[in-house]
């Protein structure tokens, strides 16, 4: 299989993308949204062409708010970022946000409000460790399913290496999609929301399927070659689980990228980064579960067979 027998370059690639991807949260980091920090987010669309930003943001200054963000998105829209609005503070920001947006004071408004989002404090630091937990309660739940799973399979790899396994490539599998984020949202304003963390969570349950069904493929081989005592070298095994899944998950991956790219092109824009984020995870976590998952097993079966001192 050309997968086993290149394994180290496809080792070597992965390292490269995680380092690019490691170095992208590092350099740009992950600007958090609402969900996690709390505050209020205005989003306004202008009807006759939206004035400068400068302008926006000197009209709204005179409200006393602190410190606030104006960000374009589209053509004719702007999102303003503050701290939780009061009722009032909210009504007084579209009132300034009309009159700058009239060229006279006595026309009628051309700003239409198209969404106003309101977190406090306390329930964004409370979402940020909700979200924490929920991805680390998903990794410790497939930990243990895998390694009861497998636990009549203990050799060359002991059970609970499968898991780690498998950990080890969903790390891979959240970071790369993480990195591009992270990418994403320094060149476009994009922030990370409830949406981001759906996507990352769906991810997890993408991708461990996806590599079990190459990892129940070698536990079926194992067990034959151990009944018939057939004396399969283990790299053969694993070259032969992967040559008749290869198939199931391409077509898999393709399905599903063709969904989230008409999601991209065609939905709406609030699903857009969403679909994004879990397009990338589809593609890192077909390459991870067909070029890196299983032939690591290969490495880790002889680290497991070295003679002990």
């Known amino acids: 299989m050309f997968v086993v027998t290149h ?12 380092v690019a991807a490691l170095g992208a949260i590092v350099v740009w980091g992950l600007p958090l949204g609402l969900d996690f920090t709390g505050g209020s987010l205005t989003q306004v669309k202008y009807e006759h062409g939206r004035p400068p930003l400068a302008d926006i943001q000197t009209q709204v200054a005179t409200i006393p708010l602190g410190t606030i963000s104006v960000r374009a998105f589209g053509s004719d829209a ?9 009722p009032e503070e909210h009504t007084a ?13 006595t026309s009628s408004p051309q700003a239409t409000e198209l969404a106003f989002t309101s977190v406090g404090p306390a329930l964004g630091s409370q979402f940020t ?8 309660a998903v990794i410790f739940a497939i930990v243990l399913y895998i390694a009861w799973a497998f636990r009549s399979v203990s ?13 080890a490539m969903l790390a ?27 996507a990352l969570l769906a991810l997890l349950g993408y991708c461990v399927n996806d590599v079990i069904v190459i990892f129940d493929r070698v536990r079926e081989h194992l067990a034959r070659n151990m009944r018939e005592n057939n004396k399969e070298t283990f790299d053969v095994t694993i070259g032969k689980s992967i040559s008749e899944t290869v198939t199931r998950s391409i077509n898999t991956a393709l399905t599903v990228a063709l969904a989230l790219i008409a999601l991209i092109f065609l939905g709406a824009p609030a699903t857009r980064t969403f679909a994004l984020v879990m397009l990338v995870g589809v593609v890192a976590g077909t390459f991870s579960s067909i070029c890196r998952s299983a032939p690591l097993l290969i490495p880790l079966a002889r680290w497991f067979a070295r003679p002990k001192a």
């Open 155 to 167: 050799r060359p790899v002991p059970s609970w290496g499968y898991g780690l396994t498998v950990v």
């Open 93 to 105: 920001v579209l009132a300034a946000i009309s009159h700058n947006a009239s060229m006279d004071s």
């Open 78 to 86: 702007v999102a303003i970022r503050s701290r939780t609005l009061m």
């Open 7 to 18: 394994r180290r370059f496809f080792f070597w690639l992965t390292g490269a993308i995680l």
């Open 172 to 198: 891979i599998d959240i970071i790369v999609p993480t990195g591009f984020f992270a990418a994403y949202a320094h060149f476009t304003g994009a922030e990370v929301d409830s949406l981001f963390v759906v």
């Open 129 to 136: 460790h909700k979200a924490l937990w929920a991805i680390l």
